[in-house]
């Protein structure tokens, strides 16, 4: 009397099992290491819009400070210890640099409210791969945090200097 389990077809389950064991380990990994890269990049994220919203506060803090009500060049932040000596534009955020400027009007009366300084500070990625692994963040005097979303084609550096503002979204 035959069984089905006869020592010549029990190898042939115990393959198939073991096929489908390595091939389920294979995609447990590839899904993992996807999910772990984009978990990174959302921390990496996090940490430039954290960043660049401190930045947005201290420029308040040292306007307030001031007498012209002007906001700090980089240089100023620092020397005037409203930004850590040590920290850099490049290493200020992990894996991006930051981009920063200030804008006074030379002062022609006394009166100046500082409502004509500017700033700007833009977060830009250090790591180049495919459109969509790290976004480019920015923020201005006005303390909304935006977000880069370029029409198909743009220049995250602009033209002439212009960053598209058009294409600058609020972050939500």
Request: a positive charge; glycine letters at 6%.
């Amino acid at each position: 009397m035959k069984t089905i389990f006869n020592k010549n077809h029990i190898a042939d389950p115990i393959l198939i099992v073991s096929f489908i064991l390595i091939l389920i380990a294979i995609l447990s990994l590839t899904c993992n290491g996807q999910s772990l890269s984009s978990a990174r990049a959302r921390e990496w994220e996090s940490g430039a819009k954290s960043t660049l919203r401190a930045f947005g506060e201290t420029q308040l803090a040292y306007q307030a400070k001031n007498n012209d009500l002007n906001y700090g060049s980089w240089k100023a932040l620092v020397q005037t210890e409203y930004i850590s000596e040590g920290y850099t534009r490049a290493n200020i955020i992990e894996n991006y640099f930051l981009w920063t400027a200030a804008f006074s009007p030379p002062r022609m009366s006394s009166g100046s409210d500082g409502s004509d300084c500017t700033f700007t500070a833009v977060a830009f990625p250090r790591i180049t791969r495919p459109p969509g692994y790290l976004s480019t963040f920015a923020i201005r005097e006005d303390q909304v945090l935006r977000v880069y979303r370029p029409a198909v084609g743009a220049n995250v550096w602009g033209q002439n200097g212009d960053f598209g503002t058009r294409t600058w979204e609020p972050v939500r």
